[in-house]
């Protein structure tokens, strides 16, 4: 597609279990980015993909999240045992970088942790 | 770390008014983005700066980069319903070769017909 796609739209699922989410970015495009925005809130960047270069996974908030990002292009995020507190939109955003690093993003995935 | 304060947070306006919102910082950016957030949709890009001083526009939005490069600010000239959302201002930081984005909170706009 011609954007950035993000399944599911929406994910429902109880706490303690583990939730994966996936984003696939534009095409050609290098680097790519996971953020949280809860509800009424900004963006809380999480972790940033570029190339074959190490992950930055500084905004991780604790070490049930994860991500990876196969062949430079999909990217899953992983939340596992999920709690209460991760009820928030993921939004993910792919740029092409060295170019005018503006950030395209995707529609978000609505998790809900009952 | 890198912040961006971002104001207003919320503006109430009536149909056909202009609006303004700022962001601020502490730290120098080299690329000022605007984006606006429909309501269960990702955050759109409505504007790119990328010089100081820089002013563009973009049909009724017009936007600017401080000078200093440590500010920016975004009008809409004659307001409609459609433009109702959330505004997020965000620098971009080059460092090493790894791009990142700093966000601010966001404005919340709501048009009254």
């Known amino acids: 597609g011609a954007g950035v796609s993000q399944s599911p739209s929406n994910k429902v699922t109880e706490k303690g279990k583990d939730v994966e989410l996936r984003c696939d970015p534009i095409?050609?495009?290098?680097?790519l980015y996971w953020y949280r925005q809860s509800l009424g809130q900004g963006l809380e960047f999480l972790i940033y993909f570029q190339g074959n270069s190490a992950p930055d996974k500084s905004g991780l908030p604790s070490d049930r999240f994860s991500a990876e990002r196969t062949g430079g292009s999909v990217s899953t995020l992983t939340i596992q045992r999920t709690q209460q507190e991760d009820s928030a939109v993921y939004l993910c955003?792919?740029?092409?970088?060295?170019?005018?690093?503006?950030?395209?993003f995707g529609p978000g995935t609505r998790l809900t942790v009952l | 770390g890198q912040q961006l304060n971002q104001s207003p947070q919320s503006m109430f306006i009536q149909e056909g008014e202009d609006v303004s919102m700022n962001c601020t910082s502490s730290?120098?950016?080299?690329?000022w983005l605007w984006y606006k957030q429909d309501p269960g949709e990702g955050p759109v890009l409505l504007i790119a700066l990328y010089k100081a001083g820089e002013l563009t526009s973009n049909g009724r939005l017009t936007a600017q980069f401080g000078i200093t490069r440590k500010d920016s600010f975004l009008n809409i000239s004659a307001s409609i319903p459609s433009d109702v959302g959330i505004y997020f201002c965000?620098?971009?930081?080059?460092?090493?070769?790894?791009?990142?984005?700093?966000f601010g909170k966001g404005t919340k706009l709501t048009v009254n017909p």
């Open positions: 965000a620098g971009r930081v080059t460092q090493g070769g790894s791009e990142k984005l700093v």
């Open positions: 095409s050609g495009h290098t680097a």
């Open positions: 955003a792919s740029s092409l970088v060295g170019g005018p690093g503006t950030q395209y």
């Open positions: 730290s120098i950016f080299n690329t």
